[in-house]
């Protein structure tokens, strides 16, 4: 039973009344405020990155702040999306699989999140199924309206009481007139009616588009769309227009008439070079303000904090924009035509670049085209590499290729998850001499099983949620580079999503051919980080975690500034002829 099945009590449901507001203990309607931001037009706006850069903002000055985001479709977490549609799937310290924008929320607010900060509708709906057979509509039946809104209701309100947060930020999945998320608005609606005046504030997100053979910017598709959300019963009272290029006061004035929001809060959110400097383009247009003056918060404005921690982001912004060193970076997977699989990892490279000076570009380099004649041509050029996660047997030979010259060519490497099993696969069958060398991922019946399935996943036969996931403790080797990278704890922290690990029986022979299990699960179990001793090669490092997850643009995750530290050093780029005892 997770928390929020026992906040939602079966009593609420009264057959004297047609409310249904179910309600966590001690909530008191208007208690907290909330902001809501909804997409018009279409997808892919950046409605993440616009409600978490506003989130931080007011984070900044001293309100807390929680975000939640509504996903209308039927699954019951991200797990089982496919990336190459769907974008990343993000892991919370708590095991839950969720939305790539969950990622962006944590890192723009520097704040650990959890399975309360993410609802689906195939969440909603089993917990309204479960409740429908335990008898908790006895006599009713079950309706769209008022139960099901009722219990998105909940799951806003629940959060609101375990967060304690000030103001909690809504985003709606999905665009205003998709089917799946007319039920999510309508449980907005509902919410602005009960929580009272003031207490809610719908910013929405627009798109005008500028076709190439006008070359000017048209507002009607936002005004059709916007007037849609009208129909639907929400009043915006912000509306953010995206747009390449600033929008012009002519289309904000017809967006403005046709949605009868006022002018100076019709606002352009036009592109910038950088997520983190979307805050800055918040305070300039005023957004902030406008939704503070809304939720009547104006007077608990800390101009102090908020001083202080503009600093610290504007520092960072113009880090980022004055990084002179150019570095490249290639990243061997099998979904680089679509860089949202690997959202997190292009960021945590960001954060280390700015750390250090460095300006990273990123080189995609297709897995399933690698082999042994191209591959020294096709990484001619790049001062190190990452191999990321993945699964199945696509692209896993070009991956074990790909580490197999990094590591003969001392380029500096990070693995992460799958990078780190091909690590061990390609150290065991060049180095250790297990010729057949494999996981059983790819071949269960291969001679030499060096990555195998985890023994508690063995009999499992579904394939949602039941990975090896969330955030474990990783217990590191002293003076290792790894514990040498994170300032020499005794633990760290990192999150996982896996099924398979290191072949115990496999362990001590692939140690004593040189290569060191610098991290080890808390029961000494499981293999987690491995490293090559820096006198054989400058930078070889691999993690089973996800160490791109929990990478902060203030806190940088310290194995990615190892890589591009290492990789700088690398630099100049090599001639395609190099080898290791020239540049040495
Ligand atoms: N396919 C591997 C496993 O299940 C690696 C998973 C990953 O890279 N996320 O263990």
Redesign the pocket.
């Known amino acids: 039973m997770t928390d929020r099945h026992i906040l939602s009590s079966i009593s609420d449901v009264s057959e004297e009344t047609e409310f249904h507001t179910p309600m966590p203990a001690n909530y008191k309607p208007g208690q907290c405020k909330y902001v809501v931001v909804l997409g018009t037009v279409m997808s892919g706006l950046g409605k993440g990155i616009f409600s978490s850069s506003l989130a931080r903002v007011l984070q900044d000055k001293g309100f807390s702040v929680t975000p939640i985001k509504l996903e209308g479709y039927l699954n019951r977490d991200a797990g089982t999306l496919n990336p190459f549609r769907h974008g990343e799937v993000f892991v919370l310290d708590d095991g839950l699989e969720c939305d790539m924008d969950l990622g962006t929320y944590e890192r723009m607010l520097n704040q650990n999140l959890s399975r309360l900060n993410f609802v689906t509708s195939g969440q909603v709906f089993s917990r309204i199924l479960e409740k429908e057979r335990r008898g908790g509509y006895l006599g009713r039946d079950v309706q769209m309206i008022p139960h099901v809104t009722g219990e998105v209701k909940s799951c806003l309100r629940e959060l609101a009481v375990a967060s304690a947060a000030q103001v909690v930020f809504v985003e709606i999945g999905g665009t205003v007139g998709d089917v799946e998320n007319a039920y999510l608005i309508e449980a907005v609606r509902e919410l602005a009616f009960e929580e009272g005046p003031n207490s809610v504030c719908f910013v929405a997100l627009t798109y005008v588009v500028k076709p190439p053979m006008l070359g000017e910017q048209k507002s009607k598709p936002a005004q059709l769309n916007l007037k849609q959300l009208m129909g639907a019963g929400i009043q915006p009272h912000i509306i953010a227009c995206r747009a390449g290029n600033p929008v012009t006061k002519k289309v904000r004035e017809k967006i403005a008439m046709h949605s009868s929001v006022p002018l100076d809060r019709v606002f352009s959110m036009h592109d910038v070079d950088s997520v983190y400097a979307i805050t800055e383009l918040l305070r300039e247009a005023g957004i902030d303000t406008a939704v503070l003056k809304r939720l009547k918060l104006t007077e608990q404005i800390d101009a102090v904090r908020e001083q202080k921690q503009r600093g610290v982001w504007n520092d960072y912004i113009r880090r980022y924009r004055e990084a002179a060193t150019p570095v490249t970076i290639g990243i061997t997977g099998k979904y680089t035509s679509l860089r949202d699989s690997y959202a997190s990892i292009i960021q945590a490279l960001e954060h280390a670049g700015v750390h250090l000076g460095a300006k990273v570009r990123i080189e995609w380099i297709d897995s399933t085209e690698l082999d042994e004649a191209g591959v020294q041509k096709r990484l001619a050029g790049v001062h190190g590499v990452i191999v990321?996660?993945?699964?199945?047997t696509r692209g896993v030979e070009g991956k074990i290729i790909c580490v197999k010259h990094l590591r003969e060519h001392g380029i500096p490497y990070l693995g992460?998850?799958?990078g780190f099993?091909v690590a061990v696969i390609e150290y065991a069958r060049h180095v250790c001499g297990l010729e057949d060398a494999q996981s059983t991922?790819i071949n269960t019946n291969c001679v030499h099983p060096v990555i195998d399935i985890l023994p508690e996943q063995r009999d499992i036969t579904q394939l949602g949620g039941n990975?090896r996931l969330g955030g474990h403790d990783i217990r590191v080797t002293r003076q290792s580079l790894a514990a040498n990278l994170h300032g020499n704890p005794e633990k760290i922290r990192l999150r996982f999503?896996?099924?398979?690990?290191v072949n115990p029986d496999y362990m001590s022979q692939i140690e004593s051919a040189g290569m060191v299990f610098s991290g080890k699960s808390q029961d000494g179990g499981i293999a987690q980080i491995l490293e090559l001793p820096q006198d054989v090669h400058p930078f070889f490092l691999a993690t089973q975690a996800?160490a791109e997850l929990t990478s902060r643009p203030l806190d940088p995750d310290p194995m990615f500034v190892g890589l591009v530290e290492a990789a700088v050093r690398f630099s100049p780029p090599p001639a395609v002829v190099d080898t290791h005892e020239t540049r040495a």
């Open positions: 990321p996660g993945g699964f199945g992460l998850c799958y099993q991922e990975m999503r896996h099924r398979y690990e996800h």
